[in-house]
Structures are given as structure tokens and as C-alpha cells.
């Protein structure tokens, strides 16, 4: 048994040298790891109950304006709030993490990008 004391600066430093140990590698990791492009991820399936449900589009040229009062001409999903990433020709999109959507595409939920 040791007689040294534990201070408050020793626990401290061995606390952070602990959390220092645990944490660098899932750090480097993060850090490390190729950042997925929208592009590598599917394309959202037109059948997706979701895309549906909010009338999604490949192409908004074709959105039927009667049917689809909220469309506004000109908006896709290149230039909407919810993209993620940069316009092109796939892009993510907020409410479909999991898929890409074509840049040219259109859904109900569409807003001007702030
Ligand atoms: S929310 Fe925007 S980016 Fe996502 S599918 Fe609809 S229009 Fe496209």
C-alpha cells in the first residue's frame, strides 16, 4: 500500500491522460475517414413510401404545376434549403439521408435556399 497521497492535480492529469488515450483514436479516426459523397449513396427509389408521399421528382421540369400548387417554377433540388453538400447532379438531401437525389429533382417539401 503506498503512503503517497493522491492531490487534485494528479488525479486531474491522470483523468485527462485517460480521456486523452480513449478519445485520440476515435478523433483520428473520424478525422481519418473519406468523406462519403451524396453520389456513392443510392438513388432514392421513386417507391419509397416517403418520396411519394411528397410527390418527389427526378426531374422538376415535369412537376405537373396544376396538380402541385406548391411548386414554384424553377426550384429543384440543386437550389433547396435541405440539400446537403454542394449542387449537382446527385445530391443529399436532408430528409433522405440514406439516398441521393437528382439535383434536377423536386418534392413537395421544397424551400428556397436561405
Ligand atoms: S426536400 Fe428539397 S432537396 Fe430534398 S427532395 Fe425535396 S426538393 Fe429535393
Redesign the pocket.
Known amino acids: 500500500m503506498s503512503n503517497t497521497p493522491s492531490t487534485p492535480s494528479r488525479r486531474r492529469f491522470l483523468h485527462t491522460a485517460a480521456v486523452a488515450a480513449v478519445g485520440a483514436p476515435i478523433a483520428f479516426r473520424l478525422l481519418t475517414q473519406p468523406a462519403h459523397a451524396a453520389s456513392d449513396k443510392p438513388a ?1 427509389p421513386l417507391d419509397n413510401p416517403q ?1 411519394v408521399a ?1 410527390g ?1 421528382v427526378e426531374d ?1 421540369s415535369k412537376v405537373d404545376a396544376a396538380a402541385r400548387p406548391q411548386f414554384k417554377p424553377g ?4 437550389n ?4 446537403q453538400g454542394e449542387p449537382g447532379e446527385r ?1 443529399g ?4 439521408p440514406a439516398n441521393s ?2 439535383g434536377a ?7 428556397a435556399k436561405a
Open positions: 432514392l418520396a411528397l418527389y422538376a426550384s429543384n433540388c440543386n433547396c434549403n435541405f440539400i445530391v438531401c436532408m430528409l433522405f437525389v437528382a429533382g423536386w418534392c413537395v417539401s421544397w424551400a
